[in-house]
Structure formats: structure tokens, C-alpha cells
């Protein structure tokens, strides 16, 4: 499984990227009173991302052996992740 780390991993970071852009995007647009950033289409779309990110995440944390609760960065991430889903 350790040959698909470096494509998981590119993966991963896209829809890091892909996700705060369209989070950043759709506060901004809502702020000037725009309409369509709550459109299901686009919720949708945030949803996908948010879940490629989440199971990349998984895949990864699989391959290199590194489970929250055990190490700490990772617990911190998982943290982090259930805040941000709040």
C-alpha cells in the first residue's frame, strides 16, 4: 500500500486546497450578500471536497501506521477537524 502514499498524498493536499478556497469564496460572497453560495449545488460540491479530504486522510493514516490518540498531532488534527465540522 505504501506506493499509493505519494498519490494519497497529492490528493489530500488538493482538497485541502479546494476546500478553503470554497470555504474562503462562499464567506466572502455571502458577506457581500450573495445568494448562490448557499445553493444546494455548491453545498454539495463542499461536501464532496470535505469528504475526499476526510477519506485521503484515513487511506494515509492507514498506510503510515498513525492513529489519533496515540499520537499527538494527529489527536490535535482530529480535534481540530470535529470543531471545524461544529
Not at 8 to 36: D, E, N, T, Y
Amino acid at each position: 500500500m505504501i506506493h499509493l502514499y505519494p498519490h494519497l498524498k497529492l490528493i489530500h493536499i488538493a482538497a485541502v486546497l479546494l476546500s478553503g478556497a470554497l470555504f474562503f469564496v462562499r464567506g466572502l460572497a455571502l458577506h457581500l450578500g450573495g445568494r448562490w453560495p448557499m445553493a444546494a449545488p455548491v453545498r454539495y460540491l463542499s461536501y464532496s471536497i470535505d469528504t475526499v479530504l476526510l477519506v485521503a486522510a484515513i487511506m494515509l493514516a492507514a498506510i503510515l501506521h498513525q492513529y489519533p490518540f496515540v499520537h499527538g498531532w494527529l489527536t490535535m488534527k482530529v480535534v481540530l477537524l470535529v470543531v471545524y465540522v461544529v
